[in-house]
């Protein structure tokens, strides 16, 4: 089974379509990275997965759970770490990791083991609003594993982190690859290069290009992932 | 279990905000240490403790709207209620998480708040308790209140609206301070439209062990709190997901 299937997904902001008759499948243990300049539609298109915007137009279906008419069972199997930071301030870092074990049903020992996962076991007694933004931001992805979801969302995941505790990142998600299927939103096209299966760039709320780093330079004609990406994402392309 | 699980943690973001517990205890008893000193130095009688201990207790509560409607309000300008919204939570989920602490809280202020007026010179007697009952569609009122604005608005409106207008509010309507019959008129009856009043006087009633006039005033309060609380439901599942 397809660990997402997208059909016509569109959405409309008054008469604006921000994403238009998207069409794309995602396999299980798949890591899928969608890239697009600002406004390219991504983060629309990330909410509409996880159930946090109806969609106007086609559906979703997570797992196989449709997010129009499934999305409670949807959101059983789907978790998202937002590009914001996404803690709660005033619990510890094994308080927050327990709020969501309970949220989502899962043992208590998920605390621990998630804590040890991402290293943040020396830190589990600290209130989450005195950790530095770095160490929040991995308590934040910390917080969307807990669950062990089928269906991963991860926006912007790296933003902010320097580069040590970006590559630490990568080994965590590439220790993800093959037992959850992670859509990854990014700016940073080598960590897309980096660590996708497929990548799809998007532009004027189309999918414009779905394929490997080397299909999609090869598509663009260019020698470099960054050049290819300009191709494919910038205006000409959009239009 | 989710919901469990999350009003776990509006409890521990309550109890951890120093403001809670000056707004939630503090302010209450200083009120009513002062209106007692003022008493105690004028002749004729203003302030009496018998009614204005169930009317400060009452008062008190007014703070739970300010506490439940920040919190949400805080979250909902944080992906951490995007964070959870995508989780399988539903309404009602979340919004007993965010009442089930404050009806504890509720039931200690007024505890707290009658045993200060007891050292204070009130009489003890068995109906203490039930003017700490008496309170709870009142606590109800004012959380679902809270949660109502929450809803709608950011925390600094919030601030505004349940820290500084409602408490004004019900401090004036609720014939705390004074009896409403003294203006009378168009202010008496608003006042009785609104459930403020019935709060203070079912409250006052079950102190003097009035239990006939109880029913009345509690139901009145409890419709108003059944009302908003459905309407917050209401408004908070629209604005769960985008459409």
Known sequence: MNAIQITGLSRDYGKRRVVDRLELTVGSGELFALLGVNGAGKSTTIKMLCCLTAPTEGDAALMGHSVRTDSHRAKEVLAVSPQETAVAPGLTVAENLALMAGVYGRPRTRVSEVMEQLGLAQWARQRAKTLSGGWQRRLSIAMALVSQPEVL????????????????LWGVIRGLKGRTAIILTTHYLEEAEALADRIGIMAA???????????????????????????LAGEEAAS | MRMLAFARRNTKELLRDPLTLFFGLGFPLVLLVLMNVIQRNVPVQIFALETLAPGIALFGLTFLALFSGLLLARDRSTAFLSRLAASPMTAADFLLGYLLPLLPMAVGQSAVCLAAAVALGLPLSWNLPAVVLSLIPSALLFIALGLLCGTLFNDKQVGGMCGAILTNATAWLAGIWFDLSLVGGAFQKIAYALPFVHGADGAKAALAG??????????????????????????????????
């Open chain 1, 205 to 231: 709320g189309k999918l414009r290009a779905v394929g490997t780093p080397e299909e999609l330079k090869a598509l663009a004609g260019c020698l470099t992932f960054e050049d290819a990406f300009v191709a």
């Open chain 1, 153 to 168: 969302f991860l926006d912007e995941p790296t933003l902010g982190l320097d580069v040590l505790a970006r590559r630490e």
């Open chain 2, 210 to 243: 009035d239990w006939a006039a109880l029913p009345g005033h509690l139901l009145w309060v409890s419709a108003w709190a059944a009302a908003l609380m459905a309407l917050a439901v209401w408004l908070f599942r629209r604005k769960m997901v985008e459409r």
